[in-house]
């Protein structure tokens, strides 16, 4: 499995967010350790890809009531294997959103730079150990005239001001996450 994109990525991560070198280290090792950290059967973890997407006019979010989790998150989910993570999060906004046409918003200046970086606990269901994702986050802008159409995945899919994303999540990933998003609008 090819994983020199990755890693090329969490390095010019790195480059740009120097403050955050703890989590862009744990991602790095669970790359460079494991051949199969593409694949959702890595564990104890694994890269997941995410989007946190904006309207046209960057005044609403998007989230998912995903069905599994129970809560509003951001769209993303497994690479399964693809090595251009920035595509896997592409592919999974328009899979859980039925849209089709986003524009991917540079980060710090850099285009395909990710807007953020978290590794967090996937709780133990069923046929599945609890385990991490290593999830990559991307800022997309979704193209305006395009009609949601909610995967199976999902209970629900909305558009939220992003002045109330703090009475619509409460969890600091995603809270830390609105405050990149707003920072990066704000330096449009």
Do not use: N
């Amino acid at each position: 499995m090819h994983r020199r994109p990755v890693r090329l990525l969490l390095a010019r991560y790195r480059a740009a967010f120097r403050d955050e070198a703890a989590v862009v280290d744990r991602m790095a090792t669970l790359v460079a350790m494991r051949a199969d950290c593409l694949q959702r059967t890595c564990l104890p973890g694994h890269v997941t890809a995410s989007a946190f997407v904006v309207d046209a006019e960057g005044r609403r979010f998007l989230l998912t009531h995903h069905r599994k989790l129970g809560r509003w998150l951001q769209l993303g989910g497994h690479v399964d294997g693809e090595p251009d993570v920035l595509q896997a999060a592409l592919r999974e906004a328009r899979e859980e959103s039925g849209m089709q046409h986003f524009t991917v918003l540079p980060v710090r200046g850099v285009e395909g730079m990710p807007l953020d970086l978290d590794v967090h606990v996937i709780p133990a269901r069923e046929h599945e150990p609890e385990h991490e994702h290593h999830d990559v986050r991307f800022l997309l802008r979704a193209e305006p005239g395009q009609d949601l159409v909610r995967s199976a995945e999902s209970h629900d899919l909305r558009w939220f001001d992003l002045a109330d994303l703090e009475r619509v999540v409460d969890e600091e990933s995603l809270l830390r996450l609105g405050r990149k998003v707003r920072a990066v609008l704000a330096g449009e």
